[in-house]
């Protein structure tokens, strides 16, 4: 644990030793290993933060109160399986405050009964409707906070979407930073309007499944020492995979969960650079961080480098140890971890806890996580105090009905010869696995880790229980027959001579249900260690569509995935009439697809993903074998901000379908582009400083008023407390180096509580970042007439070329999706603001717009850029 300290002291400070590798062409060469420059001190909260100053004074009235021990309670977890949610903090009884629940999932609560399981956040992206991305966010919130959670694990914004195989994309939204940041911040502000904390996460670099862990990657059979490194340099993390966080940030979100993996060699949640500076400093956070569940490493190093929530507490799973508790406690009184540091993060997670709307009274929590009984020990893993933990709250509403909505409008169109929209068709063959339901219950595999019927999310810890799954086979034949349609169906990929015998009748149109999927780490499926390990299609999926499509000239397919699949092989076939994309769609997800394929819900939604004709078309991918021996995998990020169409685009590639692609059963035509430029005046960089790091209250040095209240105290089996076990510290925290001074391993000015300059990027009193990067410059309008004979949707999208050598083709910065009736015209309006305008200049440490040439696009994908103009 020691080594520990060490590690991070070196991580945070001086480059690692330079590490020998192999190149592609065997031979030795040295690389020079990415390295995270240490930012000091943690900045604390702003008092004057905009949207912030009620919830900040409501903390202050609240910690001023608090002893040392109830605030340590609030920043650590107390442990794996010690109370009913998937993360608790300590309570403070006094006060009237009970624990903190933490529960996932992005997509709906975990682990419980009666509750929905909403499309996934890649599936709402795909509607490109911040209305309906937000309604989602609200109904996620409801129901989360009618079960007694405090704080709702998601939305995610990491992974972004770098690699197309990467396990838990679907949890996000987009490898577009833009859809991507619009989506979260709309996420947030409906969670959060519901009354519970959002975590934006995993922040940040978290692209990848494969040795975000050292024991799970063990379990693999992956012998390394640290986990993953992703190698990200100061551009590309601005332009690329901070920019939806710095949405987050803006969009007021209260929590952000700091990442398994390492970014440039310095764990995620002891990352200085990450959490101080860009986070906390540069988009001026306000609220806590949180650590993903073990993927602390340190004790005093994390506290200064900006965490300020421990989950699940433990160092690892059930140790009945933590890295605080007790040593967070010991760490304050021994002058380690300053005052106001651990102040600081009491504000922090009570600002964010006021912020929401919550009140120190709040509703019991009705449900545990670890079982479906009703009667259990509310202590799970100490097996203690047998009572009532679930209720079994239906807390539903009337959400299958926006669910099915969604999913509906977040299912793409990727080709139509016509044969779309289904009119009462004679003969309706139903094909696939995927059609169907899974043998053993919607729910019948661990956190949805198999591939068993049809897929209506992906697995891990960002699912939740299904209160039923509606099949395509269920809805399909429940239109049919009121249609009086003959209707077959065959549910499996591999019933080859029944299939062709029905696909091959006259009148047939068949109906191909094909999938992938893929989820968290910690599951494998079919040797997918969380991560896809290619990008066809699971199960025979190809050849099922290629044998259905030899025989049978009207051939629709239907895919679910967590993102692009091969199609080269068929989809030009001209007897495959039509192709959709349904994503993952949750609970309704055969009564969604049937909305569209009969033409209830006229489809208009947008690829969220280009899909290139082969995996290596890509250029990027997952790191499957670790290359640093049994040190850290490195992964570079050398392709900078060019993944997904971006690359296409640089490459000069061509590919099956664009981002931002997708068909409607109406035309639209575009015209009549404007430009309008703003006044907003030149930028001023930020100036000035904080004031000094403020404290709240007093603590007592004499450490017999820490230890463990009396003899009496109900003390749970591994649970995770802040007390001392023994007024002896050296005993008490069992850290066999203890007493080792501070500027023995943390880094100079770690505490130092003194005023400190703003950054000229960060913003004055304003979350998100100077204020002016968000002023609008330019905007843009243009005409969109719906040329068809069916009304629809149209989304318009306004596409930027920023114009330097280095600079994507065209880089996506506004939409809008626009209901438009047959023959009739509306304004798509679009706006610039200077961030959008911007590149990030690492020299100058801020934004700034280059001279070079800017031209503006309006159109319907990246690649179908109807109108264009140049920005004067
Ligand atoms: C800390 O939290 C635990 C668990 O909820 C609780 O038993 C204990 O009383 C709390 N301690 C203080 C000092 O509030
Ligand atoms: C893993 O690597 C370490 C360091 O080289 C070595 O000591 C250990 O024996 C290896 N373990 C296995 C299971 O190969
Ligand atoms: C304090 O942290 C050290 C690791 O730094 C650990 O070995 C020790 O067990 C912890 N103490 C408690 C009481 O959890
Ligand atoms: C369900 O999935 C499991 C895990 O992938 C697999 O072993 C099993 O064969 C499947 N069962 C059925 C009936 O499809
Ligand atoms: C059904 O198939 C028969 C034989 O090919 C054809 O004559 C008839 O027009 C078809 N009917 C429909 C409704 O497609
Ligand atoms: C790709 O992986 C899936 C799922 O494991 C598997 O069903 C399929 O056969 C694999 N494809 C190829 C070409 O190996
Ligand atoms: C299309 O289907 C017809 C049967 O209707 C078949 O004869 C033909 O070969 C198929 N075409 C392709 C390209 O598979
Ligand atoms: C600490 O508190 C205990 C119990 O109240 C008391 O006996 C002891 O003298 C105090 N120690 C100091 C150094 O004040
Ligand atoms: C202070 O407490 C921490 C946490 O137990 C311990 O790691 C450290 O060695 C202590 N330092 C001093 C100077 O006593
Ligand atoms: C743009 O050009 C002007 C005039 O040459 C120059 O002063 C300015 O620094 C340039 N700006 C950038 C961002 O290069």
């Known amino acids: 644990m020691h080594l520990q300290h060490v590690a991070l002291w070196l991580a945070a400070t001086v480059p690692a030793a330079a590490r020998a590798s192999c190149t592609n062409n065997g031979q030795l060469t040295k690389r020079v290993p990415a390295t995270s420059d240490p930012y000091y001190p943690s900045p604390w909260m702003d008092p004057e933060a905009d949207g912030w100053e009620d919830a900040y004074a409501k903390a202050k009235d609240f910690v001023s109160?608090?002893?040392?021990?109830?605030?340590?309670?609030?920043?650590?977890?107390?442990?794996?399986?010690?109370?009913?949610c998937v993360g608790q903090t300590g309570s403070i009884p006094r006060l009237g405050l009970r624990s903190m629940c933490m529960q996932d999932s992005p997509l709906g609560i975990r682990g419980t009964d009666y509750n929905s399981v909403f499309p996934s956040g890649q599936t709402a992206a795909a509607t490109f409707d911040r209305?309906?991305?937000n309604r989602r966010g609200y109904a996620m919130g409801i129901e989360a906070k009618g079960k007694g959670v405090t704080v709702l694990l998601g939305p995610v914004a990491g992974p972004l979407g770098r690699m197309p195989?990467?396990?838990r994309n679907w949890e996000g939204f987009s490898p577009d930073p833009v859809l991507t940041g619009i989506s979260i911040a709309e996420t947030i502000k409906g969670v959060q309007d519901a009354g519970v904390v959002a975590c934006a996460k995993h922040f940040v670099g978290n692209e990848q499944e494969h040795f975000r862990q050292v024991g799970e990657a063990k379990g693999y059979g992956y012998n390394i020492s640290e986990t993953l490194s992703s190698n990200i340099d100061d551009k590309t993390m601005h332009e690329l995979y901070l920019w939806p966080f710095q949405d987050a940030v803006r969009a007021g979100v209260g929590s952000v969960m700091c990442s398994y993996q390492q970014v440039n060699n310095s764990y995620a949640c002891q990352n200085s650079k990450l959490l101080n500076d860009l986070l906390k400093n540069e988009l001026g956070f306000q609220g806590f961080v949180m650590s993903d569940w073990q993927a602390q490493h340190t004790g005093a190093a994390s506290a200064v480098a900006g965490l300020d929530m421990t989950m699940p507490g433990d160092t690892e799973f059930n140790t009945g140890i933590s890295f605080w508790g007790a040593n967070l406690t010991l760490g304050v009184l021994n002058g380690t971890v300053p005052a106001w540091r651990l102040d600081d993060m009491a504000m922090r997670i009570m600002a964010a806890y006021f912020k929401a709307g919550l009140t120190i009274k709040q509703d019991p929590i009705n449900f545990s996580f670890w079982t479906r009984d009703t009667y259990g020990p509310i202590h799970w893993a100490a097996n203690k105090d047998v009572q009532q933990i679930n209720w079994h709250v239906d807390v539903r509403q009337d959400h299958g009905n926006l669910i099915r909505e969604i999913a509906a409008k977040g299912t793409v169109l990727l080709k139509n010869n016509g044969s779309l929209p289904l009119k009462k068709p004679k003969f309706l063959v139903v094909v696939g696995d995927d059609a169907g339901g899974n043998p053993l219950g919607p729910n019948g595999c661990n956190d949805r880790g198999c591939d068993n019927g049809t897929v209506g999310i992906g697995w891990g810890s960002g699912t939740a229980n299904y209160p039923y799954l509606v099949t395509p086979d269920a809805a399909l034949q429940a239109q049919a027959i009121k249609d009086g349609t003959r209707y077959e169906s065959v549910l499996s990929n591999y019933a080859n001579t029944q299939t062709r015998a029905l696909v091959s009748q006259a009148n047939a149109t068949a109906v191909i249900f094909v999938n992938a999927d893929s989820g968290e780490g910690y599951i494998n499926v079919d040797g997918n260690e969380g991560d896809r390990k290619n990008l066809t299609l699971w199960k025979n999926g190809d050849d099922l569509v290629k044998n259905v499509a030899s025989v049978c000239p009207n051939t629709i397919v239907v895919i679910h995935s967590p993102g692009p699949v091969l199609i080269t092989d068929w989809y030009n076939n001209p007897n495959i009439t039509a192709i959709l994309w349904a994503?993952?769609?949750?609970?309704?997800?055969?009564?969604?697809?049937?909305?569209?394929?009969?033409?209830?819900?006229?489809?208009?939604?947008?690829?969220?993903?280009?899909?290139?004709?082969?995996?290596?078309?890509?250029?990027t991918d997952v790191l499957y074998e670790p290359n640093n021996g049994n040190g850290a995998p490195q992964q570079d990020f050398s392709e900078g901000v060019f993944i997904d169409y971006r690359h296409f685009d640089k490459a000069n590639a061509s590919l099956i379908y664009e981002f931002g692609f997708g068909l409607s059963y109406t035309t639209f035509e575009y015209s009549n582009i404007q430009v309008q430029k703003s006044s907003s005046g030149a930028y001023n960089p930020t100036t000035g400083t904080t004031g000094p790091a403020p404290t709240f209250g007093n603590y007592s040095t004499n450490l017999t008023d820490y230890v463990f209240p009396s003899d009496e105290f109900p003390y749970v089996y591994q649970y995770i407390y802040p007390y001392l076990n023994t007024s002896d510290a050296k005993n008490a925290s069992a850290d066999p180096?203890?007493?080792?001074?501070?500027?023995?391993?943390?880094?100079?000015?770690?505490?130092?509580?003194?005023?400190?300059p703003?950054?000229?990027?960060?913003?004055k009193s304003v979350p998100g970042g100077n204020r002016q990067l968000f002023d609008v410059l330019y905007t843009i309008t243009a005409d969109i007439k719906n040329t068809g004979s069916l009304a629809g949707d149209e989304v318009p999208q306004l596409y930027l070329s920023l114009g330097g050598p280095d600079d994507p083709k065209v880089v996506l910065r506004d939409f809008a999706r626009i209901r438009i009736d047959p023959g009739q015209t509306s304004q798509f309006r679009a706006k610039l603001t200077r961030r959008d305008l911007s590149n990030w200049d690492p020299a100058v440490q801020d934004w700034v717009v280059s001279n070079a040439t800017k031209t503006v696009y309006v159109g319907r994908s990246s690649r179908l850029l109807d109108l264009s103009a140049q920005l004067l």
């Open 65 to 84: 109160q608090l002893t040392l021990l109830e605030k340590v309670n609030l920043t650590t977890g107390v442990g794996w399986a010690a109370e009913q």
């Open 737 to 756: 180096f203890y007493g080792q001074p501070a500027e023995d391993f943390l880094p100079p000015q770690a505490t130092n509580g003194s005023a400190q």
């Open 131 to 133: 209305n309906l991305l």
């Open 758 to 763: 703003l950054l000229r990027s960060s913003g």
């Open 165 to 167: 195989e990467g396990g």
């Open 583 to 619: 994503g993952f769609p949750g609970q309704e997800s055969g009564n969604s697809i049937t909305d569209v394929l009969y033409g209830k819900v006229n489809p208009s939604a947008r690829t969220p993903f280009s899909w290139g004709a082969t995996r290596e078309s890509f250029g």
